[in-house]
């Protein structure tokens, strides 16, 4: 059902950018793309058509958002909500398992050492 939403979201983002563009601002003479076009395309009541679908696509955006931001929310709170295993309870569960053992880089039979690293005394 995310999966479902987050794909209607985008869809919905990618249809307002180009209305957004494509009207004529307050002050400006022509939008993004110029008022010929959408005068042209729309007829002469486009602004009024653009302007009420933009803000039917920012409703349906808003609505959107604040799904997905939910669902979200609730998904987290589920997880929380799981028990999560305690430390006696992965070594009851994993006792008859063997850990796999490391490798040892110096031959067998011989202890790992770690070499001096101390400074010297001043003087030395």
């Known amino acids: 059902m995310y999966t479902f939403f987050l794909i209607l979201f985008v869809i919905v983002v990618i249809l307002i950018i180009p209305l957004i563009l494509m009207q004529s601002g307050s002050g400006a ?3 993004m793309f110029g008022s010929d076009l959408t005068l042209g ?5 486009s602004s009024e058509v653009l302007l009420k679908f933009t803000r039917g696509l920012v409703a349906v955006f808003m ?7 939910y669902m979200k929310v609730i ?3 589920a ?4 028990p999560q295993p305690t430390m006696e309870q ?8 063997t ?4 490798e040892q880089s110096s031959p067998a039979g011989q202890p ?7 400074p010297a005394p001043p003087g030395q």
């Open 41 to 45: 395309a729309f007829g002469a009541k």
């Open 112 to 118: 790992l050492t770690m070499p001096d690293t101390t």
């Open 99 to 102: 850990a796999p053992q490391p």
């Open 63 to 69: 609505i959107l958002a604040f799904t997905l931001g």
């Open 75 to 77: 998904e987290k709170k």
């Open 29 to 31: 003479e022509a939008g």
């Open 79 to 82: 997880l929380a909500a799981q």
């Open 90 to 97: 992965g070594q009851e569960q994993g006792a008859g398992e």
